[in-house]
């Protein structure tokens, strides 16, 4: 049982096979992009010197060669190659899977067991490994383009390794092009500049570099192709972007750390990215305005504010044309004076809040509408601070038996740097007032 799903192997040695498939290396010397792995120094073949192979997770995006890798540590380690999909697979064809393993096993014959899209089963779902995964009856290789740390379970992440595939960069892209023109016994018909176009557009996906190599193969043009022409050819690959995954999450991290390190040309660019997925500009404005707050402050006042101007002029104005709000939005952001002192001086508050109890205020800061409260002291002694020299009475509005906390600590930037003159101002004062 090779695979759970195998069609008729007449019918399968009679389709075409695409070019993908054809080039499917044999062995793992001829995996590309993924050397950091498969080097005598990497996990993977460490793991294959020592003769020691345990439970993987492939964590990687779609194209980089997890299938093809998992395939070809069967063939190394002599075990059965047995694919399944979460998204075809239940119950049922789960357990078939592991009875089939556990007949095998009997018989001597270890089963490699390689999921794909491992992160689309449910806990229980995953659950079911661990024992299989325990008593030897299966080896797990789990792949997934989602971040482990959130989709799996602790348990088969604490069992296994996950080990990380990059995206194949422009030489490996390269590479796999002379190796199917090789195959193909023929060179593209591109000029220089539409090689480059086509290893762009395949954005790091070998398998989809092979699919656009495989049309363009069968193209007879007069002349090689520029980059111009075969974008007219060709539709642009849509980028890889999930607005509910790590896509979305690294984006807007890139955007707001770029955003924070003063780097407007990256901000913008990042920005453009999230855009062009497709990402919903509210949820957008929303982090850009909490960016103002967080990371710039009252080092520059005006900076929350433009953004809840962007943000209703995107409102009134809509997509494309609101979209310019939101991207001046952030170039004013970027250039911004930064702090984040406000931001440290709130979560030291909350820090202290909950470590202080229920400490009431001091009593002269009270106020006392009724004699009772007035006879237990409630107002008394209170300084009205416009009665005093310079509008100021120094009084204590911390609880009695708290130490004057220090929570807010203004930069020298902006705005802040005159703030933290008048803090300076008022703390001199309060020291002569209770002198």
């Known amino acids: ?170 030489a490996a892209l390269e590479k796999l092009a002379a190796r199917a023109e090789s195959l193909l016994g023929a060179a593209l018909p591109l000029d220089p500049g539409g090689r480059a176009a086509l290893l762009e557009m395949a954005d790091g996906d070998g398998r989809a570099l092979l699919n656009l190599i495989e049309q363009i193969s069968r193209w007879t043009p007069e002349a090689p192709l520029d980059a111009k022409t075969l974008g007219q050819r060709l539709s642009q690959r849509a980028a890889q972007y999930d607005k509910s995954g790590d896509g979305h999450y690294n984006l807007i991290s890139a955007l707001h750390k770029s955003v924070r390190g003063s780097d407007p040309e990256a901000a913008l660019y990042w920005l453009a990215r999230m855009l062009t997925a497709g990402e919903d500009p509210r949820y957008l404005m929303r982090r850009i305005t909490r960016m103002s707050v967080e990371d710039i402050g009252l080092a520059d006042p005006q900076a929350q504010r433009l953004c809840l101007d962007a943000w209703q002029t995107y409102e009134r104005l809509g997509s494309p044309e609101g979209e310019l709000a939101i991207a001046q939005a952030v170039l004013y952001l970027a250039l911004a004076p930064k702090s984040n002192a406000s931001y440290t001086a709130y979560k030291a508050a909350m820090k202290l809040a909950k470590s202080s109890g229920s400490a009431p205020p001091p009593k002269h800061i009270l106020n006392a509408p009724t004699a009772l409260m007035k006879a237990e002291g409630y107002g008394a002694d209170y300084a009205y601070d416009h009665d005093a020299e310079d509008g100021f009475s120094g009084q204590n509005y911390f609880p009695d038996d708290m130490p004057r906390p220090r929570l807010f600590a203004p930069v020298e930037r902006g705005f802040e740097r005159d703030l933290a003159k008048r803090m300076a101002y008022f703390n001199k004062l309060r020291a002569k007032r209770q002198s």
């Open 1 to 170: 049982m090779a695979d759970l799903f195998d069609t008729d192997e007449d019918e399968a040695e009679a389709a075409p096979r695409p070019l993908a498939d054809r080039l499917r290396p044999a062995q793992l010397s001829e995996v590309i992009g993924q050397d950091h792995l498969l080097d005598e120094e990497g996990p993977l073949g460490a793991m294959l010197a020592g003769g020691s192979l345990g439970s993987v997770i492939f964590w990687g995006p779609p194209g980089v060669g997890k299938t093809t890798i998992a395939r070809l540590l069967a063939h190394e380690t002599d075990l059965e190659f047995v694919q399944i999909s979460a998204i075809f697979t239940g119950v049922p064809e789960l357990r078939k899977v592991f009875d089939a393993a556990r007949l095998r096993r009997r018989s001597g014959q270890g089963t490699l067991l390689f999921v794909d899209e491992i992160h689309r089963f449910n806990k229980a779902q995953q659950d079911g490994f661990l024992p299989h995964m325990e008593d030897g009856t299966i080896l797990l290789v789990g792949a997934t383009t989602e971040n482990p740390s959130f989709e799996l379970n602790a348990a088969v992440l604490s069992r296994s390794q996950v080990l990380v595939l990059h995206r194949l960069d422009l």
